[in-house]
């Protein structure tokens, strides 16, 4: 086991059992606002202080977290369920029509600027979760799309794949049967790095107002509350932004660590 | 070479082509008439009418994109639904924030990166290595109006050195480089990490090659055979990321604006939202595909005049 594998782990399963635990039990409730608490420091009472309306900071981080990995998570399975099909298709019919189209098309999305994209989405469907997961959701297809395909086409040229050919099996059984478990780890390893994009992005948006919209908390959003009272309780600013850097932290140094656990051999398809 | 700019150009042009129409197609789904939102719930329907043969809407789609399009290339970006100006001089006004902002801060990525790549390469697998790529590894992690907040806390707040935000306007030149430093810093402080990543691995790629063994075998030390043979094979591929990281500094700069309150195409794109001044956001969104495409554009042509095999490749 590497070292960056164990502390990424252990980062982002403090922020998935958080997340989980937030279901059933936080440190205070969120929905009752105590003003006369407002803006508190850290304290052993509060451990993260307290926000503008005095709501426990800790609470809210651990709900927060429940909205950013369902965002996250949701895109890369959008990302994951259709850019991994379109990739082992694209590399079956290697130099056909359809691997032109899939392939075009993947540099075409790629071409924009995700952020942007998002942006209009939102703007013109109206902010919220669902909206922010599509937008997210679309630039992982082709990240999926053109990695699949990559590490397909070389597999098909393997003699484990020849001998299914040559069993008489069509190339949609031997994509699913022998190209797909051969990249499953390639995939694992940009699910993980996709799902912290994931985590920056959903941030990005709710931070400026195009995400999960008020009452769902989110990290970005207490970001955006946090701007105007930065001078008077920095905490308010700094907890939940670190919140972000170790959850990001985390799935990134895990990725690396999978990417060399799992097969060392895939430092040279790296790029 | 002809052949292959020949081939990129159709590429180009395709990739704008359905770029501006995805853009048309979604802002089209957007619901409400743009008209009735301008005049208001009371408005007479003759009125509405007029408004919108006034503003084009009575057209069929087709002949909307058409002169959408056709507009664009003429620099008519079509008129403001809600400031009745043109959004060309609104974009243009903006602009002159945003682009030098992308620019300060690809500057400042190149110039932070370049030497963190440097140093990481030359101490490879020792203590120095280590402390960038964990350094790098941070700055990918923090999203950047998060770390442009705890700039305004610490330069701005704490220590008064700069201003919270606003923008004086190039009256003052200095005052103006002055006002774009953090947002700059902000921005630049991601990218930086990313391309100080691929300066490391590019250049350790290099240092492996038989000419640097060659250059050591012929006398050279370590650092000279980097610095005279080494360095100029790396950047290559750096050059190429550079390129590309100044769309997204573009793109970025839209949150960044908003922490630092600068009047550039990103705050213009949120107010347009707010105000559901649809034209202004799909010009500005298309203007900066535009952008994108174009760089990347140049980029593949710049790094196919470096690398001659990669006219061949595709």
Known sequence: MNRSLILG????????VAAALSFLWTPYDTETLVIANRLKPPSAVHWLGTDHFGRDILSMIMLGARTSIAVALVAVGIGMGLGVPLGLAAAAHKGGWLDEVISRGGDLVFAFPSLVIAILITAVFGPGATNAIIAIGIFNIPVFARLTRGAALSLWTREFVLAARVAGKNRARISVEHILPNVMNLLIVQGTIQFSLGILAEAGLSYVGLGAQPPIPSWGRMLADAQTMVTLAPHVAIMPGLAIVLMVLGLNLMGDGLRDALDPRLKVLRT | ML????????SLAVSLAVASLVIFLVVEV?????????????ARPDTVAALRAELGLDLSKPERYVAWVGGMLTGDFGTSYTYRTPVSQMVADRL??????ALYALSLSTLIAFPAGLYAASRRGRMGDAAVMGATQLGVAVPNFW???LLVLLFAIKLGWFAAGGFPGWDEPL???????????ALALPQAAILARVMRSSLIDILGEDFIRTARAKGLSPGQALRRHGLRNALIPVLTIVGLQFSFLLAGAIIIEQVFFLP????LIFQSITQRDLIVVESVVMLLVFAVIVVNFLVDLAYAAVDPRLRTRR
């Open chain 1, 9 to 16: 782990a252990a980062l982002t399963a403090i922020f998935l």
């Open chain 2, 30 to 42: 957007a619901p409400g008439d743009p008209a009735s939102y301008m005049l208001g719930i009371n």
């Open chain 2, 96 to 101: 002159w924030v945003s682009l030098p902002l």
């Open chain 2, 3 to 10: 052949a292959y700019l020949a081939k990129r150009l159709v």
């Open chain 2, 264 to 267: 550039g195409l990103g705050r």
């Open chain 2, 175 to 185: 005052q103006a480089i002055k006002a774009l430093t953090l947002p700059a810093i």
């Open chain 2, 147 to 149: 770390f442009a907040m």
